[in-house]
Nanobody
């Protein structure tokens, strides 16, 4: 069970910016979608942003639209999340996800999680 490798989390002040990176090992192939999910204390994990490998279609949670931008480098199996105008409500553990299909079966691969804390 190979994990995705995340980096970029940290402590920032409200209004600040942060860029998260996530790299999938080469052994994880035929990735259909990569994305970012987050989980705040006492809350369920939610989708933040996703991006399709083919075509690059993106989807954002309403709460982050206009502030976050997801991008990817397919050749490197890497996805990024540029976070701007950060709010305290963005505080959470952010998990990278890669979804792929093998013989019609969906496999979800997850990163270890990176803490993002937005506080004065």
């Amino acid at each position: 069970q190979v994990q995705l490798v995340e980096s970029g989390g940290g402590l920032v002040q409200p209004g600040g910016s942060l860029r998260l990176s996530c790299a999938a090992p080469g052994s994880i192939f035929s990735i259909d979608t990569m994305g970012w999910y987050r989980q705040a204390p006492g809350k369920q994990r939610e989708s933040v942003a996703t991006i399709k490998t083919s075509g690059g279609r993106t989807d954002y949670a309403d709460s982050v639209k206009g502030r976050f931008t997801i991008s990817r480098d397919n050749a490197k199996n890497t996805v990024y999340l540029q976070m701007s105008s950060l709010k305290p409500e963005d505080t959470a553990v952010y998990y990278c996800n890669a979804a792929r299909y093998v013989m019609g079966v969906r496999y979800n691969h997850w990163g270890q999680g990176t803490q993002v804390t937005v506080s004065s």
